[in-house]
């Protein structure tokens, strides 16, 4: 590292201590107790499949402001996350964490493939899932993995779980939410050439669809025969 690089680096250090120190405590101290939610498993999942494939690269599409592709990074691996922003968020917003690249997955202009992807309930938030579906796989190397999770039904398919009548949450969301069914899935598989090496299933509610009843803390692992809310899913790229 040049001389010249090391100051600015250790300028950055100092005014962003300045700068974050006091916004990150007063978030520590607004942190709700127990409003746990599905992140710890989605990203325990994603783990035991990075540590099982132990990539060199890999793409996270949609981690928002989150720490995760950073998290990421931190175990070795070399991470490129995108967002597209507009849609979820509904305009801008700085990853605090790591850089995020502004692209589309449903159109991506990147063209690097990775051995390695990562979709942390985001596909459920994108109109055009199997556009989605298509621009990670486009992404992927031949033979390469992807982990998504999001809302699952075995056997039903929600268009917007916001928008029924008694979804606990998302009334006023200005995304949607899709609770998708085997037969996305399928169709995934079949449009896009993957295989599933490895599914999970939780259950995250008390009640039949997600966000309904109260939410469990933490949620418990399930099957696809007994009641469920969420799937986390290892697939391969076939070639």
């Known amino acids: 590292m040049s001389k010249l690089r090391k100051a600015v680096s250790k300028l ?11 916004k990150l405590r007063s978030e520590w101290n607004a942190q709700p107790v127990g409003k746990i939610n599905e992140r710890p498993v989605e990203y325990a999942f994603a783990m ?27 175990c070795g691996f070399k991470v490129t996350a995108i ?4 849609g979820y968020w509904a305009g801008e917003f700085f990853n605090r964490h790591h850089y995020v690249i502004h ?17 942390i309930s985001v596909i459920e938030h994108i109109p055009d899932h199997l556009a989605a579906m298509k621009g990670l796989f486009k992404l992927l190397k031949p033979g390469g993995y992807l982990v998504v999770s999001f809302p699952y039904n075995e056997s039903c398919f929600v268009d917007n779980v916001y928008a029924l009548e008694g979804a606990g949450y998302g009334k ?10 085997r037969s996305e899935i399928d169709l995934w598989l079949k ?14 509610f008390t009640g ?29 790229k076939n070639g």
């Open 12 to 22: 950055y250090n100092l005014v962003g201590k300045w700068y974050l120190t006091p």
């Open 48 to 74: 035991k499949c990075l540590s099982r494939v132990c990539p060199q690269e890999v793409l996270d599409v949609g981690p928002g402001t989150s720490p995760w592709p950073q998290l990421m990074a931190k």
């Open 83 to 86: 967002d597209e922003i507009q």
């Open 103 to 119: 692209d589309d997955i449903t159109d991506p202009k990147l063209s690097h493939e990775f051995d390695f992807a990562t979709c």
């Open 172 to 181: 006023n969301a200005k995304y949607i939410c899709r609770v998708y069914s």
């Open 191 to 204: 449009e896009c050439g993957g295989t599933i090496v490895e599914q999970e299933y939780y259950e995250a």
């Open 208 to 236: 039949d669809l997600w966000t309904f009843g109260q939410r469990l803390y933490p949620p418990r692992e399930a099957s696809k025969d007994s009641k469920h809310h969420l799937t986390c899913l290892l697939i391969r």
